[in-house]
């Protein structure tokens, strides 16, 4: 007999599109959801994505590299971090002019959301008072800003909300239990001492994961359970599948099989209805066939540009060709 949708959460409800924001999500409920015939969570995630979204609207985010390399933390998937040799040439902070040349070619291609990511552990004032000055320069473009800078300290969020950042990304990666497996130099806690700071700001929180690492199932579903537990859920949640990288510790981790990777976007969709789920790194290597299984699940945005931070992503013209096929179409500004 296939599962049944019920016993899914701790109330023992059956999960109906309306109600699928109730919290708390039992870990085991959600390997109950990772557990279902993937038509059937499929189904589930295309109910909820249609109850919250347009079906077939796409937020295009264009990733910046504002500072790389050179970092200090041991994250054991990252190669910007300086202990690992991976090629990566390490940067200076980009000046404002590159930065508003970046941002306008991505808005001239459909862009409408723009992520600064800088390789630092955590930014040091003189750091954030650049980073100011490039948000509000994006949002001058009329364009949703994001930024990921590490670890913030007090009153930083505060100075990146009044320059008009619109969103904070900040990911706990991984299960709680399995965070000390891939990352060392910080722990799970000061993730959320971020996120705290972050929400108490008054920023729209993005925080998600990376799969593929060698998890469990059970870890993926520990992942999506404490996103999907916050008070309130993240408003975006990225799910990055790992971009192995030579040099890195988790290079050679065996890799994921794809359709877990569908799943895992289909409960964060169930899981956190109204949330823009990103289908994040991964997809230069993940061919169109699952991408199209991502989108079917609920993934509502994609990485746009043919470069990550780092790593490789698909040609823009590719994407474009994919979601002409696909009959997507880019959304519009969601919170600018
Ligand atoms: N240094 C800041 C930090 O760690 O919060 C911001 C930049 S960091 C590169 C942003 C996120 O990129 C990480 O939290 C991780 O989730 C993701 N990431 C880094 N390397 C990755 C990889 N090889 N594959 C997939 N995601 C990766
Ligand atoms: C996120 O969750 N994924 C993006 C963004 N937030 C900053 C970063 C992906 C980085 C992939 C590896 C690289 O290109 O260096
Ligand atoms: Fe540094 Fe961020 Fe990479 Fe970790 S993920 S090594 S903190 S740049």
Known sequence: MPQSSANLQQQDTIVMPQQASQSPWTVAGIEALFALPFNDLLYQAQQVHRANFDPNAVQLSTLLSIKTGGCAEDCGYCPQAARYHTGVDNTETLSLDAVMAAATAARAQGATRFCMGAAWR???????????EMVQAVRGLGMETCATLGMLKPGQAEQLRDAGLDYYNHNIDTAEDYYG???????YGDRLDTLAQVREAGLHVCCGGIVGMGETRTARATLIAQLANMQPYPESVPINNLVQVPGTPLHGTAALDPLEFVRTIACARITMPKAMVRLSAGRQEMGEAIQTLCFLAGANS????EKLLTTENPEVARDQDLMARLGLHPMAVACA
């Open 302 to 305: 994609i990485f746009y540009g």
């Open 181 to 187: 497996e891939v990352i060392t130099t910080r722990d």
């Open 122 to 132: 955590s930014p040091k004032q003189r750091d954030l008072d650049r980073v100011v």
